[in-house]
């Protein structure tokens, strides 16, 4: 007798949520009755995975590959399964070495990889059917991770809603259209968005409306002087995760200014794997108060700057 049917279901979605932690909850071999709460649970979705690295795009295997992923997006839609997408595209650069005949001169200075545009995968028809999928079912994905070339292409395709949209993953410069998801991903507020750094975003595409309730944002990659349209990109900024940051740009003398404009976005910051001593500025001017350390992972929380005057 399966006694967990006596349970109120609250409690079977709690500790589902808890054996699922952290990221992807499977529901095999159990009954009905568990399995109908799993597939009603936020955190149950299909995974699938397009990587285009290292592969033969002009394989059988592949096409048959890229019809099985189409088909699977889709059937997620139809039976009302949550989906998490990720496309890892060959950088742009690949292509235009691989045009490149070996037998010829090659000049560093001279050779353009713009040239080669021509040779973008989005000519081949296993791309071109994924994204139309991707584009025809993006409100059932509730994670999205995009790395590799040709975003531009990549964004026609993701200028629909995507409702249910919970963590967006760059492994890039987050330079998005202004249009992004129609500016309807609601769900951000609850996740976050992880990009590479802000250093080549578009001033034009500052404001984002489809980010304007995003409240977390990890950076891979950052200078303290990338960050000064953070406002008005991420208005509703509470957490701000730093990794592998340039610790040059972060030492020194800091402009007491920036930092209070940066506070008022993002009241939070949390630097991963960086020392405290790497963020403190020279001499103790400033004062930064919450220094945690964490095992071997030292974090920082930073909070606004404060003269020694007004210090008690």
Known sequence: ??????????????????????????CAQVTRHWRSVATAHDMFYCHMVLNENGINTSSIAWEFRVSRLSNLLRSCHRRNIHASVELALRPESDFAYDTYDSDSQFDDETFDCSSYSDESPLQFSWLERFLQALRQHLATVIRLSISGGYKEQIWNDLRQPAPLLRLFRIADDLDVPHDLFAGHAPRLILKHVVADSLARTNISTSNVPAFCAVSSLTLLNTKANDLTNLTSLF??????????????????????????????????????????????????????????????????????????????
């Open 1 to 26: 007798m399966d006694r967990s049917v006596l349970l109120p279901f609250e409690l079977l979605s709690l500790i589902l949520d808890y054996v699922g932690q952290p990221d992807v909850l499977r």
């Open 235 to 312: 208005p509703a900024l509470q957490t701000l995760s730093v990794s592998s940051a340039s610790i040059s740009h972060w030492k020194g003398d800091p402009n007491i200014w920036w930092y209070r404009q940066l506070h008022r976005s993002a009241p939070a910051l949390h630097f991963s794997d960086l020392h405290p001593a790497d963020v403190l500025p020279h001499e103790g001017r400033y004062l930064y108060r919450s220094l945690v350390g964490c095992d071997t992972q030292h974090i920082a929380a930073i909070t606004p700057p404060h003269s020694h005057d007004n210090d008690p």
